[in-house]
C-alpha cells in the first residue's frame, strides 16, 4: 500500500529514527582497544543492515520527505560518529575521517541551499558506494577476526571510500555548476 509522501509515521522512517536512537548506544560499546569486540560488530552489522532495510521498504511503499531527510541524516550520525569514535580509541586515523566528514558538510550545506529552491538532491550511485565501503571499513575495524591482524583490510576500505567521497563530492558541485544531472548519473 503506497504512503502520503507527505507521511511522518511509516514503518521506513520508524527503522531510520531506531537507528538515529541507537547510534549513541553504538558509539559506547566501541571498545577502548583495537582488538574489535563481538558486541560491536554485531551492533554496527544490524545497524548497518538496517539502512538497507529501511530504502527497500520506502521503495516498495513509497518514499516521503521526511525519510529523504531522516535517511542521510542517521547514515551521517552512524556512519561519522562510529568513525570519529575509532579516532578517539586509535583505531582510524584522523585525516581519511575528517576528508569525510568536510565532504560531507560542504555536500549537506549544498542539498540545503539547493533544496530551498524546490531542487532535490538524491544520492549518486557512487555516493552509495562510498556509505558501504564506510560501513564496511568500520564493520572490519570492530569484527576481532579482522580488527587486529587484517588492519590493511579495513585501512584500504577506509581511502578508498575516501576517494569516492571526494569524487561524488566533485560531482555534486559540477552538477551545481552546470545544472546537468547526467553528471552525476554518468558514474
Known amino acids: 500500500m503506497p504512503v502520503d509522501p507527505n507521511a511522518l509515521a511509516t514503518w521506513a522512517n520508524a527503522i531510520t529514527a531506531g537507528r ?6 553504538m558509539f559506547l560499546v566501541i ?7 563481538w558486541l560491536a560488530f554485531g551492533l554496527w552489522f544490524v545497524l548497518s543492515l538496517s539502512d538497507g532495510i529501511d530504502g527497500w521498504i520506502a521503495r516498495r511503499h513509497g518514499t516521503t520527505a521526511s525519510g529523504a531527510f531522516l535517511d542521510p541524516l542517521a547514515d551521517k550520525v552512524l556512519v ?14 584522523l585525516l581519511p575521517v575528517a576528508l569525510i566528514a568536510g565532504r560531507e558538510l560542504v ?8 533544496g530551498s529552491k524546490g531542487v532535490s538532491v538524491p544520492a549518486s550511485k557512487l555516493a552509495k ?5 564506510q560501513q564496511l571499513a568500520v ?3 570492530l569484527w576481532p577476526w579482522f580488527a ?18 571526494l ?3 566533485a560531482q555534486y558541485l559540477l552538477l551545481s555548476r552546470h545544472g546537468d544531472r547526467s553528471v552525476i548519473d554518468a558514474v
Not at 571498545?31 to 569486540?37: L, V
Not at 558506494?129 to 565501503?133: F, I, R, V
Not at 588492519?151 to 571510500?161: F, Q, T
Open 20 to 25: 538515529l536512537v541507537l547510534s549513541p548506544v
Open 31 to 37: 571498545p577502548d582497544h583495537p582488538r574489535g569486540s
Open 80 to 93: 561519522l560518529g562510529a568513525m570519529f569514535t575509532l579516532v578517539g580509541r586509535d583505531v582510524f586515523w
Open 107 to 114: 555536500i549537506s550545506v549544498y542539498r540545503i541551499l539547493v
Open 129 to 133: 558506494y562510498k556509505t558501504l565501503l
Open 139 to 141: 564493520g572490519f575495524a
Open 148 to 165: 587486529v591482524d587484517h588492519r590493511w583490510l579495513w585501512n584500504g576500505l577506509l581511502w578508498i571510500a575516501v576517494v569516492l567521497a
Open 167 to 169: 569524487v561524488s563530492g
